[in-house]
């Protein structure tokens, strides 16, 4: 089955870094964009920041100067690296194809900004 496993939230204060790992199961997600994508509680689901098979990333604005993706094919894992982080990027994140395939979402993982 395939599979996609995050990991590397908690609790962090305003202004604090947390960095996100995206696990996949198989190099077939090598050839597809990949994205981070979080949930805030009574929000829509929202794309955070994308990247290409070849590592050209894309960004929402609220990110931008703030997160950076980037992924490392070899080891079949996506990342979020996520700086001065605020307190409207509490969320659960998670990561996905872009465009996302429901049957690949998983259970995500918590961030929680608080001072």
């Known amino acids: 089955q395939v599979q996609l496993v995050e990991s590397g939230g908690g609790l962090v204060q305003p202004g604090g870094s947390l960095r996100l790992s995206c696990a996949a199961s198989s190099r077939i997600f090598s050839f597809y964009i990949m994205g981070w994508y979080r949930q805030a509680p009574g929000e829509q689901r929202e794309l955070v920041a994308s990247?290409?098979?070849?590592?050209?990333?894309n960004y929402v604005n609220s990110a931008k100067g703030r997160f950076t993706i980037s992924r490392d094919n070899a080891e079949n894992t996506v990342y979020l690296q996520m700086n001065s982080l605020k307190l409207e990027d509490t969320a659960v994140y998670y990561c996905n194809v872009n465009p996302p395939v429901n049957g690949y979402w998983g259970q995500g993982t918590r961030v929680t900004v608080s001072s």
């Open positions: 990247i290409t098979s070849g590592g050209t990333p």
